[in-house]
């Protein structure tokens, strides 16, 4: 423990206490080598907001810092080492917004995948890899300027980004070994004798991936040994090598320089020539032996026989040819001296030529001397456009060269050795003629071209500028092809002046009605009237594109206005257009609501202010609660009234009678009872008492207060309602009241009792006639213009498309309507029944709408027509144009025009301008120089293989010429301009091509022929005369074609006719919406095939190219519904309740019609409706009649009282507001208030007290408290008599709560369904709901209960809601066909589309799914060149080395399917297509390639590139892309030349999508100790490679001991067991003894007739089923034990059946034994269940 500075020092006892625990602490920490001395530690904080007054550097920003405890807690800086304190304050760079634009997060590339085991050592690697290895890579994230690159601080990007993250997890995938096929067979041996070589190969299948093993060797050798060879073996081989480049034929001067000639006498000897160069690319030939007879040849200077040349040049720069091998003297041949015969001959012929030659251009100069200017002029021309089209002309600077190879002669061994050990007769050619390789070359770009945008538009497209460069030499020979001569870039118009570009804008035309779509309660035959529909619908509007009117052209008047609104072609308008389709209301017409009627007022005068007369009435009336759209006019009368006599507009209302007073002051007996009266008005208002002066105030009423032995009577009753309420010939009102007798007077004095029928009264009521009467309103009439009131000012705008809202009014008129008297029941009546100052308004103002002129857009311009020009026929066609209506009229105006479309024929177009190669005249054939090959054997100076060129030009259609560079351009591929030709020589024999062969006049008739001419003078040789070697003619039968038509492909969908070819209803606009159904047609192509299954042009087989169907289109059919069921009664008799409507099901929609709203699975409704509803809880009321006469049950005759039993009838009723009218169901009434139809109690004996019947009990006070009490009274009605009491008048009980007193509370019910007016169908409605009174024992009761509480009601009523409106699904129109899909081929379709325009809302018709339809195009064959397959290599002359292979390109015709096998056709099919062969324009036809020598090893062709595969675990492919690989193995045919062969090649390269492979072990069965096992891919293929070695199954096993047992066998656990058919016998230590037979269980088949279901037999199991007679079952063999001499499981499984079979046994007798128990009667439900009906339609409807 250590004590800082400033602590407190302990006290002495203290400091002893501590020493000794310190001490002891110091012992047990002895042994510690770490010391526990506490240290304090600075700790810092976040540095925060950067913070300075200008952005950039300069910036403050601070953190906390404090000194901490090493255990955590925080201490005063003291503790802490000051020097190491951390600075709290730093400089920054103040971030702002402006920043982002210059500093950026720059992100590093991804490192490479480290596995996490190598990053966390504490993570194993996985055993076996499956998937991959999972692994994380890194990278590099800085933040830093935009402009240079430099680093900045990362705050500073991370103010305004996150950093990146710098970690990312990875997979490394799992190893993929190499992957190669199975060996192919054996190949021959590669000799006929002796010792040789076998190969097979196998090709790479994928390659080694993620560092998998190697590839093995694609190649295996083996030797084999034949007879031996009889007579010497061929070992030397003539191999010719490749072309060397393409030499420059020496210039004529340089071989015709002056030359001394020495004698020839050997060619060893011949000297050097001076100027020879070696040539570089001809390797030196080994040298030839010495020829013996050369000396022996004459001099060639001193011929005899030839004549001497003088001017025989010397000829420089001949390469230097190495020794030749030695021939046979030239002297020794037998036609030596007939070649220098023409050798000499052919030189005087030249000679001879040369002089004519030379005559000949002298008189054509001399003739030329001669000529006009004219004709020099037009030779001139001529000759220098030949100049310009031959080789060597502008473009074509063609020069033929020579090219010469190598011959050698190699041994087996590939050694080379001299050309004498060849034994061939004659040596190949060493030279050909070749075109001497020359780059395409251009001229300088040119100058850029103007802009082709001519105007301004900041944010328009742009234009284009052009630049090209000029074609100035064309790559010949092979050289370097040219690069484009065009270029184009975008470009804005420069300068000043440049107009802004005219835009366009969209303009829509004003909104059509919005039209409703009917419910599906409204769907039926009368749909014809929907006029009063309202709600949410639907409504349109066109869509056109106008020429936007700038601001300063608004000057230019009405004109340009105009231009304004002429509708252009819409794709000149960018940007979406506006919609033309918008959800619409149309506000529901509010129906007038009004009350019920009051009662029948008093008779009184029409007006009170004229009483002159003495007619009167009596009114009832009822008021508006709802306010009708259009005002109060459209309400029902609101007013009846009865005619009455001695009317009064005041009078006396009796509100009560006091208590009767008895006369002379007396406490019983006769009396009177004042009446208590207030005056009145007619409308039943109090108003002041001297208005009623005039009227007759009531008198006091005589009553009596009976005496202590007096009867007693009970009040009267009130009076009863009025029988009827008026009064006629045949029923008059009546009403009734009653009393009853409460006691009995005395028998000997006191006044009696009345007789029962003084207990009645009766009296005349509403005694009105029966005749009511009504004021009844017409609907006005249209308004007319009032011409004495003066027009208003307002006018409506006629500005253009869209005006909506309200109307503006331009006058002011009148309208009117008729009003008469009618009389109830009856009809009109004259109108002074009715009262004259009731009567309504005739005539009433009002507003005139403006006149709106139908408004439409100038015509369009014309279409174009369709093109500027036609390549084929001049059909015409049409040109439109068209204007839009965008105001329609109203209110009398001017209507809109008729025509809106106007249609006109097309000038007959132009022929479309072309371009074609013309290709000229093949020049002479050009030879070899006869200075490199006169000393090839046999060469002729005049005759022989060379090359020949010509040229070609760029011609218009017309034949016009125009810059080659437009038909590099437009005309296809170039004519080649060099090919092979042949100099005959003079024996040779020289033809014309063949011609076409013949036209056929029918098929299958007659015979075809071609021919061929001689030509030169070959007609003059009798050898070429011999037709059978050199035939001049063909002849072919015509070929026998037979065609048959067959349909190809499905049927098209159904398509409705177009125009004309409407048969019947097919299509019917129904609200806007396009049913589209009936009969219709389909198409099935049609191909036509010839004899040999060829494909044809369809018209061979005339036909149109079609089979046509009549196929029917189903029209939609919707929902139907039933109509609505009545209203149910409201739920609750008293309060808030709901009542229900609902439809039912009638018909299902099917064929896309409209659907039905969802089922009510509870009741099956289909449809319902759920309103509120408040039931008054006085609607229905007890209503009980007086008390009956008491009877008695005993009598006491000398008091005259006695024991008894009041009843009375008690029948629930309706009230009204006129009191109860009609009697109901006493289930209606409220059974708690129901009064007591009957009562027990005593007469009172005279002098005895009477007590009026008790009042109703008060009111609890709330709350209800037990403490509280109520009280109910009761009044005396007869003085008691002397000593008599008189029971209490009161009476009292406590208040219980829910028994007698109770708590009121409001209760708000559930939202009802939206409710829309009675028309509307959709749109804006109201939900409402309502407050219920409940009382604490949750019983409904009236809401007078909580009112008269003031209880707080805070809820809100009523709410807005939508009902989603039932709009159909609309379409646009179909698109034109398109152009097929294929241009040949039998799947090509034509398809045509439309697309949504308005989705479907709520039950509205649903879109169809069918938005495209398609149909076939005509079958067209389809031809194109392929090539032929690649011959032999073939080394001309030799027997290996380089050679060529050719092939040909022919004319091939298919279907355009893939698996169609193409067939070859003639060429002319072909004729106008270009020669492409698989869209390469460069056909190949001839390629080099090497014929290996004997004994050569060599590589092998690239097999084909292998399928794309993916890298795969299970089918997934794991996202390292697909790769394909090719190889090339190696082959031998020497043993000795192995060490020589070159490696094995492979290469893969990635590719698209791709195939998962997966590869597994496979085995076959044991033979002996070993088996076949192998590795097989997912597609069947076997392979080497690519399956788990550690997976690989046994091949081999072996047993120990040997299985030397009769029938045993090792199995694959290692042991020892029994062939089918019997089972081990095991040792005691685990050894098989013996093998036993075991028995057979033979289940016969239903083909084994003998065999016996039920019987088990024991056969030999050494014959084989099959081997026995009549035994065709299935043989199963009961072997308990397996080879481990254990027993098998399903022995175990027999066991526990046979137990449990034996339990069922037992259990069964056990039942079946047993005592059965007397049955107990059960009682029936005799109830009858309610009858359920199910639903059975579709659960989503």
Same mark, same amino acid.
């Given at each position: 423990?250590?004590?800082?500075?400033?602590?407190?020092?302990?006290?002495?006892?203290?400091?002893?206490?501590?020493?000794?625990?310190?001490?002891?602490?110091?012992?047990?920490?002895?042994?510690?080598?770490?010391?526990?001395?506490?240290?304090?530690?600075?700790?810092?904080?976040?540095?925060?907001?950067?913070?300075?007054?200008?952005?950039?550097?300069?910036?403050?920003?601070?953190?906390?810092?404090? =000194?901490?405890?090493?255990?955590?807690?925080?201490?005063?800086?003291?503790?802490?080492?000051?020097?190491?304190?951390?600075?709290?304050?730093?400089?920054?760079?103040?971030?702002?917004?402006?920043?982002?634009?210059?500093?950026?997060?720059?992100?590093?590339?991804?490192?490479?995948?480290?596995?996490?085991?190598?990053?966390?050592?504490?993570?194993?690697?996985?055993?076996?890899?499956?998937?991959?290895?999972?692994?994380?890579?890194?990278?590099?994230?800085?933040?830093?300027?935009?402009?240079?690159?430099?680093?900045?601080?990362?705050?500073?990007?991370?103010?305004?980004?996150?950093?990146?993250?710098?970690?990312?997890?990875?997979?490394? #995938?799992?190893?993929?070994?190499?992957?190669?096929? *199975?060996?192919?067979?054996?190949?021959?041996?590669?000799?006929?004798?002796?010792?040789?070589?076998?190969?097979?190969?196998?090709?790479?299948?994928?390659?080694?991936?993620?560092?998998?093993?190697?590839?093995?060797?694609?190649?295996?050798?083996?030797?084999?040994?034949?007879?031996?060879?009889?007579?010497?073996?061929?070992?030397?081989?003539?191999?010719?090598?490749?072309?060397?480049? =393409?030499?420059?034929?020496?210039?004529?001067?340089?071989?015709?320089?002056?030359?001394?000639?020495?004698?020839?006498?050997?060619?060893?000897?011949?000297?050097?020539?001076?100027?020879?160069?070696?040539?570089?690319?001809?390797?030196?030939?080994?040298?030839?032996?010495?020829?013996?007879?050369?000396?022996?040849?004459?001099?060639?200077?001193?011929?005899?026989?030839?004549?001497?040349?003088?001017?025989?040049?010397?000829?420089?720069?001949?390469?230097?040819?190495?020794?030749?091998?030695?021939?046979?003297?030239?002297?020794?041949?037998?036609?030596?001296?007939?070649?220098?015969?023409?050798?000499?001959?052919?030189?005087?012929?030249?000679?001879?030529?040369?002089?004519?030659?030379?005559?000949?251009?002298?008189?054509?100069?001399?003739?030329?001397?001669?000529?006009?200017?004219?004709?020099?002029?037009?030779?001139?021309?001529?000759?220098?456009?030949?100049?310009?089209?031959?080789?060597?002309?502008?473009?074509?600077?063609?020069?033929?060269?020579?090219?010469?190879?190598?011959?050698?002669?190699?041994?087996?061994?590939?050694?080379?050795?001299?050309?004498?050990?060849?034994?061939?007769?004659?040596?190949?050619?060493?030279?050909?003629?070749?075109?001497?390789?020359?780059?395409?070359?251009?001229?300088?770009?040119?100058?850029?071209?103007?802009?082709?945008?001519?105007?301004?538009?900041?944010?328009?497209?742009?234009?284009?500028?052009?630049?090209?460069?000029?074609?100035?030499?064309?790559?010949?020979?092979?050289?370097?092809?040219?690069?484009?001569?065009?270029?184009?870039?975008?470009?804005?118009?420069?300068?000043? +002046?440049?107009?802004?570009?005219?835009?366009?804008?969209?303009?829509?035309?004003?909104?059509?009605?919005?039209?409703?779509?009917?419910?599906?309660?409204?769907?039926?035959?009368?749909?014809?009237?929907?006029?009063?529909?309202?709600?949410?619908?639907?409504?349109?509007?066109?869509?056109?594109?106008?020429?936007?009117?700038?601001?300063?052209?608004?000057?230019?008047?009405?004109?340009?206005?105009?231009?304004?609104?002429?509708?252009?072609?819409?794709?000149?308008?960018?940007?979406?257009?506006?919609?033309?389709?918008?959800?619409?209301?149309?506000?529901?017409?509010?129906?007038?609501?009004?009350?019920?009627?009051?009662?029948?007022?008093?008779?009184?005068?029409?007006?009170?202010?004229?009483?002159?007369?003495?007619?009167?009435?009596?009114?009832?009336?009822?008021?508006?609660?709802?306010?009708?759209?259009?005002?109060?006019?459209?309400?029902?009368?609101?007013?009846?009234?009865?005619?009455?006599?001695?009317?009064?507009?005041?009078?006396?209302?009796?509100?009560?009678?006091?208590?009767?007073?008895?006369?002379?002051?007396?406490?019983?007996?006769?009396?009177?009872?004042?009446?208590?009266?207030?005056?009145?008005?007619?409308?039943?208002?109090?108003?002041?008492?001297?208005?009623?002066?005039?009227?007759?105030?009531?008198?006091?009423?005589?009553?009596?207060?009976?005496?202590?032995?007096?009867?007693?009577?009970?009040?009267? %009753?009130?009076?009863?309602?009025?029988?009827?309420?008026?009064?006629?010939?045949?029923?008059?009102?009546?009403?009734?009241?009653?009393?009853?007798?409460?006691?009995?007077?005395?028998?000997?004095?006191?006044?009696?009792?009345?007789?029962?029928?003084?207990?009645?009264?009766?009296?005349?009521?509403?005694?009105?006639?029966?005749?009511?009467?009504?004021?009844?309103?017409?609907?006005?009439?249209?308004?007319?213009?009032?011409?004495?009131?003066?027009?208003?000012?307002?006018?409506?705008?006629?500005?253009?498309?869209?005006?909506?809202?309200?109307?503006?009014?331009?006058?002011? +008129?009148?309208?009117?309507?008729?009003?008469?008297?009618?009389?109830?029941?009856?009809?009109?009546?004259?109108?002074?029944?009715?009262?004259?100052?009731?009567?309504?308004?005739?005539?009433?103002?009002?507003?005139?709408?403006? $006149?709106?002129?139908?408004?439409? %857009?100038?015509?369009?311009?014309?279409?174009?027509?369709?093109?500027?020009?036609?390549?084929?026929?001049?059909?015409?066609?049409?040109?439109?144009?068209?204007?839009?209506?965008?105001?329609?009229?109203?209110?009398?105006?001017?209507?809109?025009?008729?025509?809106?479309?106007?249609?006109?024929?097309?000038?007959?177009?132009?022929?479309?301008?072309?371009?074609?190669?013309?290709?000229?005249?093949?020049?002479?054939?050009?030879?070899?120089?006869?200075?490199?090959?006169?000393?090839?054997?046999?060469?002729?100076?005049?005759?022989?293989?060379?090359?020949?060129?010509?040229?070609?030009?760029?011609?218009?259609?017309?034949?016009?010429?125009?810059?080659?560079?437009?038909?590099?351009?437009?005309?296809?591929?170039?004519?080649?301009?060099?090919?092979?030709?042949?100099?005959?020589?003079?024996?040779?024999?020289?033809?014309?091509?063949?011609?076409?062969?013949?036209?056929?006049?029918?098929?299958?008739?007659?015979?075809?022929?071609?021919?061929?001419?001689?030509?030169?003078?070959?007609?003059?040789?009798?050898?070429?005369?011999?037709?059978?070697?050199?035939?001049?003619?063909?002849?072919?039968?015509?070929?026998?074609?037979?065609?048959?038509?067959?349909?190809? +492909?499905?049927?098209?969908?159904?398509?409705?006719?177009?125009?004309?070819?409407?048969?019947?209803?097919?299509?019917?606009?129904?609200?806007?919406?396009?049913?589209?159904?009936?009969?219709?047609?389909?198409?099935?192509?049609?191909?036509?095939?010839?004899?040999?299954?060829?494909?044809?042009?369809?018209?061979?087989?005339?036909?149109?190219?079609?089979?046509?169907?009549?196929?029917?289109?189903? =029209?939609?059919?919707?929902? $139907?519904?039933?109509?609505?069921?009545?209203?149910?009664?409201?739920?609750?008799?008293?309060?808030?309740?709901?009542?229900?409507?609902?439809?039912?099901?009638?018909?299902?929609?099917?064929?896309?019609?409209?659907?039905?709203?969802?089922?009510?699975?509870?009741?099956?409704?289909?449809?319902?409706?759920?309103?509120?509803?408040?039931?008054?809880?006085?609607?229905?009321?007890?209503?009980?009649?007086?008390?009956?006469?008491?009877?008695?049950?005993?009598?006491?005759?000398?008091?005259?009282?006695?024991?008894?039993?009041?009843?009375?009838?008690?029948?629930?009723?309706?009230?009204?507001?006129?009191?109860?009218?009609?009697?109901?169901?006493?289930?209606?009434?409220?059974?708690?208030?129901?009064?007591?139809?009957?009562?027990?109690?005593?007469?009172?004996?005279?002098?005895?007290?009477?007590?009026?019947?008790?009042?109703?009990?008060?009111?609890?006070?709330?709350?209800?408290?037990?403490?509280?009490?109520?009280?109910?009274?009761?009044?005396?009605?007869?003085?008691?008599?002397?000593?008599?009491?008189?029971?209490?008048? %009161?009476?009292?009980?406590?208040?219980?709560?829910?028994?007698?007193?109770?708590?009121?509370?409001?209760?708000?019910?559930?939202?009802?369904? =939206?409710?829309?007016?009675?028309?509307?169908?959709?749109?804006?409605?109201?939900?409402?709901?309502?407050?219920?009174?409940?009382?604490?024992?949750?019983?409904?009761?009236?809401?007078?209960?909580?009112?008269?509480?003031?209880?707080?009601?805070?809820?809100?009523?009523?709410?807005?809601?939508?009902?989603?409106?039932?709009?159909?699904?609309?379409?646009?129109?179909?698109?034109?066909?398109?152009?097929?899909?294929?241009?040949?081929?039998?799947?090509?379709?034509?398809?045509?589309?439309?697309?949504?325009?308005?989705?479907?809302?709520?039950?509205?018709?649903?879109?169809?799914?069918?938005?495209?339809?398609?149909?076939?195009?005509?079958?067209?064959?389809?031809?194109?060149?392929?090539?032929?397959?690649?011959?032999?290599?073939?080394?001309?002359?030799?027997?290996?080395?380089?050679?060529?292979?050719?092939?040909?390109?022919?004319?091939?015709?298919?279907?355009?399917?893939?698996?169609? *096998?193409?067939?070859?056709?003639? *060429?002319?099919?072909?004729?106008?297509?270009?020669?492409?062969?698989?869209?390469?324009?460069?056909?190949?036809?001839?390629?080099?390639?090497?014929?290996?020598?004997?004994?050569?090893?060599?590589?092998?062709?690239?097999?084909?590139?292998?399928?794309?595969?993916?890298?795969?675990?299970?089918?997934?492919?794991?996202?390292? +892309?697909?790769?394909?690989?090719?190889?090339?193995?190696?082959?031998?045919?020497?043993? *000795?030349?192995?060490?020589?062969?070159?490696?094995?090649?492979?290469?893969?390269?990635?590719?698209?999508?791709?195939?998962?492979?997966?590869?597994?072990?496979?085995?076959?069965?044991?033979?002996?100790?070993?088996?076949?096992?192998?590795?097989?891919?997912?597609?069947?293929?076997?392979?080497?490679?690519?399956?788990?070695?550690?997976?690989?199954?046994?091949?081999?096993?072996?047993?120990?001991?040997?299985?030397?047992?009769?029938?045993?066998?090792?199995?694959?656990?290692?042991?020892?067991?029994?062939?089918?058919?019997?089972?081990?016998?095991?040792?005691?230590?685990?050894?098989?003894?013996?093998?036993?037979?075991? #028995?057979?269980?033979?289940?016969?088949?239903?083909?084994?007739?003998?065999?016996?279901?039920?019987?088990?037999?024991?056969?030999?199991?050494?014959?084989?089923?099959?081997?026995?007679?009549?035994?065709?079952?299935?043989?199963?063999?009961?072997?308990?034990?397996?080879?481990?001499?254990?027993?098998?499981?399903?022995?175990?499984?027999?066991?526990?059946?046979?137990?449990?079979?034996?339990?069922?046994?037992?259990?069964?007798?056990?039942?079946?034994?047993?005592?059965?128990?007397?049955?107990?009667?059960?009682?029936?439900?005799?109830?009858?269940?309610?009858?359920?009906?199910?639903?059975?339609?579709?659960?989503?409807?």
């Amino acid at each position: 423990m250590r004590l800082e500075p400033g602590d407190i020092w302990p006290r002495p006892a203290a400091r002893v206490l501590g020493a000794a625990l310190l001490l002891a602490w110091l012992w047990d920490v002895r042994t510690q080598t770490v010391s526990s001395k506490p240290t304090y530690i600075w700790q810092t904080g976040p540095w925060g907001r950067c913070m300075g007054s200008e952005c950039g550097p300069g910036g403050s920003q601070s953190r906390a810092v404090w =000194c901490a405890h090493s255990e955590g807690w925080t201490t005063l800086h003291t503790n802490c080492p000051q020097s190491e304190r951390p600075d709290n304050q730093q400089g920054c760079f103040r971030v702002c917004d402006w920043h982002k634009e210059l500093y950026d997060w720059q992100l590093g590339a991804w490192n490479q995948c480290v596995p996490i085991s190598l990053r966390k050592p504490g993570v194993p690697r996985p055993a076996v890899c499956t998937r991959g290895e999972e692994g994380i890579q890194t990278r590099e994230v800085s933040c830093v300027q935009k402009a240079d690159g430099e680093p900045a601080d990362d705050a500073i990007c991370e103010y305004f980004e996150p950093k990146p993250r710098l970690e990312q997890a990875c997979l490394i #995938p799992c190893p993929r070994d190499c992957v190669v096929s *199975e060996f192919s067979p054996w190949t021959s041996c590669s000799k006929t004798c002796g010792e040789g070589l076998q190969n097979r190969l196998r090709s790479v299948l994928a390659p080694p991936l993620f560092g998998g093993s190697g590839c093995p060797n694609l190649t295996e050798f083996r030797t084999c040994e034949l007879a031996a060879c009889e007579g010497e073996e061929s070992m030397h081989s003539l191999r010719v090598g490749s072309w060397g480049a =393409c030499n420059l034929v020496p210039s004529r001067q340089a071989r015709q320089a002056p030359q001394e000639h020495p004698e020839r006498l050997d060619r060893p000897d011949r000297p050097k020539r001076p100027d020879k160069p070696k040539r570089p690319d001809r390797p030196k030939r080994p040298d030839r032996p010495d020829r013996p007879n050369r000396p022996n040849r004459p001099n060639r200077l001193n011929r005899p026989d030839r004549p001497k040349r003088p001017d025989r040049p010397k000829r420089p720069d001949r390469p230097k040819r190495p020794d030749r091998p030695r021939r046979p003297d030239r002297a020794d041949q037998p036609d030596y001296q007939t070649r220098q015969e023409r050798q000499a001959k052919r030189r005087k012929n030249k000679e001879n030529k040369e002089a004519k030659g030379e005559r000949v251009r002298q008189r054509q100069r001399d003739r030329g001397r001669v000529k006009d200017p004219e004709t020099r002029e037009l030779i001139k021309k001529k000759r220098t456009r030949n100049r310009l089209n031959r080789q060597g002309g502008k473009f074509w600077d063609l020069q033929v060269g020579y090219q010469t190879r190598e011959v050698m002669c190699v041994h087996r061994s590939g050694s080379t050795t001299a050309l004498s050990h060849c034994d061939e007769q004659t040596l190949p050619v060493t030279f050909q003629a070749c075109v001497i390789t020359k780059d395409c070359e251009v001229s300088q770009w040119s100058d850029w071209s103007a802009c082709s945008k001519e105007c301004y538009e900041p944010n328009g497209p742009k234009g284009q500028r052009t630049r090209t460069r000029r074609l100035q030499q064309f790559h010949v020979g092979g050289g370097a092809e040219c690069p484009h001569l065009e270029e184009t870039e975008p470009c804005s118009p420069q300068g000043d +002046g440049i107009l802004p570009c005219t835009v366009y804008t969209w303009r829509t035309t004003e909104w059509s009605e919005c039209r409703v779509d009917v419910l599906l309660s409204q769907q039926d035959r009368r749909r014809g009237n929907q006029t009063g529909l309202c709600g949410g619908g639907i409504q349109n509007r066109e869509v056109y594109c106008v020429q936007a009117l700038s601001d300063f052209s608004s000057s230019l008047g009405s004109l340009k206005s105009k231009e304004g609104s002429r509708p252009v072609d819409s794709d000149l308008c960018v940007g979406p257009p506006p919609n033309t389709t918008q959800l619409c209301h149309i506000p529901c017409p509010v129906e007038c609501e009004v009350s019920s009627w009051s009662a029948w007022g008093p008779c009184t005068f029409e007006t009170c202010q004229d009483q002159s007369s003495k007619k009167g009435f009596k009114l009832r009336k009822r008021r508006v609660l709802n306010e009708p759209t259009g005002g109060a006019g459209n309400c029902p009368h609101l007013m009846e009234a009865i005619p009455c006599e001695e009317p009064s507009c005041y009078d006396w209302l009796l509100v009560k009678l006091e208590e009767c007073v008895p006369d002379n002051d007396r406490e019983c007996g006769p009396g009177t009872q004042n009446p208590q009266v207030q005056c009145i008005s007619s409308d039943g208002e109090f108003v002041d008492r001297q208005l009623c002066r005039d009227a007759i105030l009531p008198i006091p009423v005589l009553c009596e207060v009976p005496c202590p032995r007096d009867c007693v009577l009970s009040p009267w %009753t009130a009076w009863s309602l009025c029988s009827h309420t008026c009064s006629g010939k045949t029923i008059e009102g009546k009403q009734t009241r009653a009393r009853s007798i409460l006691a009995y007077s005395a028998v000997e004095s006191g006044v009696q009792c009345p007789n029962s029928t003084a207990l009645l009264e009766a009296r005349s009521c509403n005694e009105h006639p029966c005749t009511v009467y009504h004021w009844q309103t017409g609907p006005w009439g249209p308004c007319i213009e009032d011409t004495s009131v003066p027009t208003s000012n307002g006018s409506l705008s006629r500005s253009g498309a869209g005006v909506s809202g309200a109307e503006a009014s331009c006058a002011v +008129g009148m309208q009117t309507r008729k009003v008469i008297c009618v009389r109830v029941n009856v009809g009109q009546v004259p109108p002074k029944k009715c009262p004259e100052s009731l009567r309504p308004d005739t005539v009433r103002p009002c507003l005139l709408p403006c $006149k709106r002129d139908c408004i439409v %857009t100038p015509y369009s311009d014309w279409t174009p027509c369709p093109t500027t020009c036609q390549a084929g026929g001049a059909m015409k066609k049409k040109q439109s144009r068209k204007r839009i209506i965008i105001q329609l009229p109203a209110n009398g105006g001017q209507d809109c025009p008729e025509v809106l479309h106007q249609e006109k024929e097309c000038d007959a177009p132009s022929v479309c301008p072309g371009y074609r190669w013309k290709s000229h005249k093949w020049r002479r054939c050009q030879l070899v120089p006869w200075s490199v090959r006169q000393d090839s054997p046999g060469a002729q100076e005049t005759c022989g293989p060379g090359l020949q060129a010509r040229a070609v030009s760029c011609r218009k259609l017309d034949s016009g010429q125009v810059d080659i560079e437009v038909c590099l351009k437009l005309a296809g591929p170039m004519p080649p301009l060099i090919q092979a030709c042949q100099l005959p020589c003079q024996d040779d024999c020289q033809m014309t091509s063949w011609s076409r062969f013949s036209s056929c006049a029918s098929d299958c008739v007659g015979a075809r022929t071609r021919r061929r001419a001689l030509v030169g003078k070959s007609k003059k040789r009798d050898h070429c005369k011999n037709t059978q070697m050199y035939p001049l003619s063909e002849t072919q039968y015509c070929p026998c074609n037979k065609y048959n038509a067959q349909p190809v +492909g499905n049927w098209s969908d159904c398509i409705l006719p177009e125009g004309g070819r409407v048969e019947g209803l097919l299509g019917m606009k129904v609200q806007g919406d396009i049913k589209e159904c009936g009969q219709g047609y389909r198409y099935q192509a049609m191909a036509c095939y010839d004899q040999d299954n060829r494909l044809v042009e369809t018209s061979r087989c005339n036909s149109h190219g079609y089979i046509e169907e009549a196929c029917i289109i189903p =029209c939609p059919s919707d929902c $139907k519904l039933s109509e609505w069921s009545n209203w149910s009664r409201c739920s609750k008799s008293c309060g808030s309740g709901v009542k229900v409507r609902s439809k039912w099901l009638r018909e299902k929609p099917y064929n896309g019609g409209r659907p039905c709203p969802k089922l009510d699975h509870v009741n099956q409704a289909q449809v319902y409706e759920v309103v509120p509803c408040q039931s008054d809880c006085g609607q229905y009321i007890w209503v009980a009649e007086p008390w009956s006469v008491w009877k008695v049950s005993s009598v006491d005759f000398k008091e005259n009282c006695a024991e008894g039993v009041q009843t009375r009838k008690v029948r629930c009723m309706q009230n009204t507001i006129d009191g109860p009218s009609d009697p109901v169901e006493d289930y209606l009434c409220d059974p708690e208030d129901m009064p007591l139809g009957a009562r027990e109690g005593k007469l009172p004996c005279p002098e005895d007290c009477v007590l009026s019947d008790w009042s109703p009990w008060s009111r609890c006070p709330l709350p209800c408290s037990a403490n509280a009490t109520r009280e109910r009274t009761a009044s005396r009605v007869r003085q008691p008599g002397e000593s008599k009491p008189c029971p209490s008048t %009161t009476e009292q009980e406590s208040c219980d709560l829910n028994s007698n007193c109770f708590h009121y509370s409001y209760n708000i019910t559930d939202w009802s369904t =939206c409710q829309l007016s009675e028309r509307a169908v959709c749109g804006s409605g109201i939900k409402t709901r309502m407050l219920d009174c409940v009382r604490s024992d949750g019983k409904s009761v009236d809401l007078r209960f909580c009112e008269e509480l003031n209880l707080e009601r805070k809820w809100q009523m009523n709410a807005s809601c939508v009902v989603e409106c039932p709009i159909n699904c609309q379409l646009s129109d179909w698109s034109s066909w398109s152009e097929c899909s294929r241009t040949c081929g039998l799947a090509g379709k034509l398809w045509r589309r439309r697309s949504v325009v308005q989705a479907s809302q709520g039950d509205g018709r649903p879109c169809p799914s069918q938005l495209e339809q398609w149909k076939p195009c005509p079958v067209r064959p389809c031809y194109g060149w392929r090539y032929g397959v690649w011959s032999a290599c073939r080394a001309e002359g030799a027997r290996c080395g380089q050679g060529v292979r050719f092939r040909n390109v022919s004319c091939f015709v298919s279907d355009g399917s893939e698996r169609d *096998e193409s067939n070859v056709v003639d *060429e002319e099919l072909c004729g106008d297509l270009e020669q492409t062969v698989d869209g390469d324009t460069r056909v190949v036809l001839e390629e080099s390639c090497t014929v290996p020598c004997p004994g050569e090893c060599y590589l092998t062709d690239w097999t084909a590139w292998s399928p794309c595969l993916l890298s795969c675990v299970d089918g997934a492919d794991l996202g390292f +892309g697909s790769v394909q690989v090719r190889s090339r193995a190696t082959r031998a045919h020497e043993p *000795e030349n192995l060490h020589q062969c070159p490696q094995q090649e492979w290469e893969a390269r990635p590719c698209t999508e791709g195939q998962c492979y997966e590869y597994k072990w496979m085995t076959g069965p044991w033979r002996g100790s070993s088996r076949l096992v192998w590795c097989q891919r997912s597609d069947g293929l076997n392979v080497t490679g690519g399956c788990l070695a550690t997976s690989q199954p046994v091949a081999d096993r072996s047993c120990d001991p040997a299985c030397d047992k009769t029938h045993s066998y090792c199995t694959e656990a290692g042991v020892c067991g029994c062939e089918e058919g019997f089972t081990e016998v095991m040792t005691s230590d685990g050894v098989l003894d013996q093998c036993t037979v075991i #028995p057979v269980l033979e289940i016969p088949t239903a083909g084994d007739s003998k065999a016996d279901v039920k019987t088990i037999r024991a056969m030999s199991p050494t014959l084989s089923t099959s081997s026995l007679p009549g035994r065709s079952g299935r043989t199963w063999f009961l072997q308990p034990f397996g080879p481990d001499g254990k027993l098998k499981t399903w022995v175990y499984g027999v066991a526990a059946g046979a137990l449990v079979l034996l339990v069922f046994i037992f259990s069964m007798t056990y039942l079946a034994c047993k005592k059965p128990k007397k049955p107990q009667r059960r009682q029936m439900n005799n109830r009858l269940k309610p009858l359920t009906l199910a639903y059975d339609g579709d659960a989503d409807m």
